[in-house]
């Protein structure tokens, strides 16, 4: 029997594919926000804005990617014990 999701592969699957729908979620918000922030802020604070917003949504895709990776790295040893097993 499992004893946790950290041990279950079906989990961490279900994981990365919540992590990869979220990174684009946040891709288009930024983009969006990027393309609207013209329109409510004013020159001091666009830019700032828009550089935060640029880096923002990057920066979470790359988050995303590390952490899937070590979910494959972990659902590939868990398969392996249960097919020994």
Not at 47 to 68: E, H, K, S, V
Request: charged content about 20%.
């Amino acid at each position: 029997m499992l004893k946790s999701t950290n041990d279950d592969p079906q989990a961490l699957r279900l994981d990365k594919i919540i992590y990869a729908v979220e990174a684009c979620a946040i891709n288009l918000a930024c983009l969006l926000m990027v393309l609207f922030v013209n329109l409510f802020f004013s020159p001091p604070w666009h830019r700032l804005l828009i550089t935060i917003l640029l880096i923002l949504g990057p920066a979470y895709t790359l988050y995303m990617g590390i952490t899937n990776f070590f979910r494959l790295k972990r659902i590939k040893q868990l398969e392996s014990q249960f097919s020994k097993d």
